[in-house]
């Protein structure tokens, strides 16, 4: 079965670090692609960052230079290492998953709508 489960969230005072896990199984993690996408009260979900089992990374303008998303050897884990966190971080962040190929109209993976399998979301308060 697909099954995505992100941990590591919590509380931290502004400028401070978090690291996240996703934690994939129930899927080949050859030539898929692995999303963060965050979302605030009243806000839509918004593309963190995304990595495909290859290795290539995309990142949000408002990330790049203090995230960084990564994956374990065997591609069964991915990170998100925030670094100097800001209030306007705060959301429940989720895990997402895709399989290649994607939809033509998917261009850079940080779309929600480029998705199909979703984690429950882990809440990261920034404050």
């Known amino acids: 079965h697909v099954q995505l489960v992100e941990s590591g969230g919590g509380s931290v005072q502004a400028g401070g670090s978090l690291r996240l896990s996703c934690a994939a199984s129930?899927?080949?993690?050859?030539?898929?692609?692995m999303a963060w996408f965050r979302q605030a009260p009243g806000k839509e979900r918004e593309g963190v960052a995304r990595i495909h089992s290859a290795g290539s990374t995309r990142y949000a303008d408002s990330v790049m230079g203090r995230f960084t998303i990564s994956q374990d050897s065997d591609k069964s884990t991915m990170y998100l290492q925030m670094t100097t966190l800001k209030p306007d971080d705060t959301g429940i962040y989720y895990c997402?998953?895709?399989?290649?190929?994607?939809?033509?109209?998917?261009?850079?993976?940080?779309?929600?709508?480029?998705?199909?399998?979703w984690g429950q979301g882990t809440q990261v308060t920034v404050s």
């Open positions: 997402a998953y895709m399989p290649a190929p994607t939809p033509t109209t998917c261009t850079n993976m940080l779309e929600a709508s480029c998705y199909n399998t």
């Open positions: 129930g899927y080949t993690y050859n030539n898929i692609y």
